[in-house]
């Protein structure tokens, strides 16, 4: 890794805005350019000796697409530091708008009547379409490459073949990838070092702790679809695996030497730093990381966990209530299969920072969160609104969506797990988004301003199984009330609110 540190700067707000339309004047001059070289390709076919009219403007409007592509890409890579995607999607490309100027004042020569050069320049200009046509493909996919990992357009077949090729060596069907997937380390690594914790340990760890953290500050670059860089924190195999310099992702024998830990330890503003944005991670999350690591990083959800976020068990499985995720099939019951137009349509949300993909594989409804999640706001609650019926696992947690918006808040009558952490949120709010979940089974409040009087909406929700209630404003005894009026809702209270008459200790399951 570099020694250096670079200063954090950040870019200006109008030019932040500037750069995030980025993706706009990209896709104007890949149209267009891909355009005229079927035009020409069609054209050379007939040997017509005359360009098609459609050259001419398209080469013109597409290098102005170019140039604002180049500027507006300058100010998005502001913050990105650096790589070698970065820099040849960026040389290149202004290449490309370079090249894209001098061809469109070709193409305009090649059509004057009475030039002598015009003959000469007409094939010159459709070999240069062809060539622009493969160097702005190229650029766009260095492009995707940063933003959804190597060899994105490519990777259900180089997946297909590899789950292949494994199946054919092993004689066993390839693992399951994913957040609920068991999981075993690249290189005979299964097994944790003595002493350092087991895999259950590590499992119920994962669940409570690290899931969550890697939900909230990763997974806008590794996880739901994206592997930036190749990596795939929501895939164990890329996990426990090595990068292409030869590195562990996920080491058990030596968590330290791990590149998930050397990367969140790194100051902010080094351009290797993880995360690249936002405060660094707090030593508590770093430590149980580090724990999970040792244990041997399992990715496998514990049995009796609710298998979502915050809402592992904080108790012996036996005592829990039962497991909110394991009943899915049967929640899901009747339900038709979400419409490939609705999959696309969350897909394009994942430009404005919003994750919204299924549950599970073949599933018919969505987890939707918002990783990173301090810009999204009461605006942006619109844009849920065509997936509402089909939410069932919910996230709002950091963002900065108020009472007023939660008011106007799409109906979720599928939802089942919400979580409102750590948001601005009072009684009014959670209780506006709590009638617009009434088949919530477990609800996550902690670092709200919540007080005891959010325990009327709560006693509304005929399917609540568990209330996570720690640093509120709720107090021991209306927690002891709820418990006695709701005997079959588990409320988690861990060491944040003393005093009640259940004591349940240091939460296992984090916000």
Known sequence: MPASVIAEVSAPVFLQVLGRTHPLFVHLPLGLVLGAGVAEAVRAVQRRRQLSGFTVPGLWIAAIGAAGACLSGWFFAWDEGAGASLFWHRWLGIAVAVFLLA???MATRATREGSRTAAQLVPVVRIGVFVLAVMVAWVGHLGGDMVWGENYVLQPILGERKASGAGADTGAAPAQAGPGAAATPAGGA???????GTPSDGATLYASKVLPLLEDRCYQCHGNGKHKGGLSLDDAESVHGKNDQGDWIANPVNPDGSLLIARVLLPAGHDEAMPPK????KPEEVAALRTWIKAGAPMELPKGAAGVPGAAPAGPAA???RDVAADSPAFWAGMAPIPAALVEQGGALRTR??????VARNAPTFDVSVPGARAFGDADLAA???FADRIERFSLARTAVTDAGAAGAPSMPNVRTLRLD???????GIGAVLAHCPKAEVVNLVGTKATDAVFAPLGSL???????VWDTRISAAGIDAFRRSHPSVEIVVGAGVPGTSTVDGPPVAGP
């Open 278 to 281: 936002g405060e660094r991670l």
């Open 319 to 321: 005592a829990r209530p």
């Open 190 to 196: 299964a097994a944790a070092p003595e002493g350092s």
């Open 462 to 468: 005929p399917a609540l199984r568990r209330v996570f």
């Open 103 to 105: 061809l469109a004042w």
């Open 353 to 358: 920072g919003i994750n919204v993909a299924p």
């Open 422 to 428: 750590h948001t601005a949120l009072t009684d009014a």
């Open 384 to 386: 849920l609104a065509p």
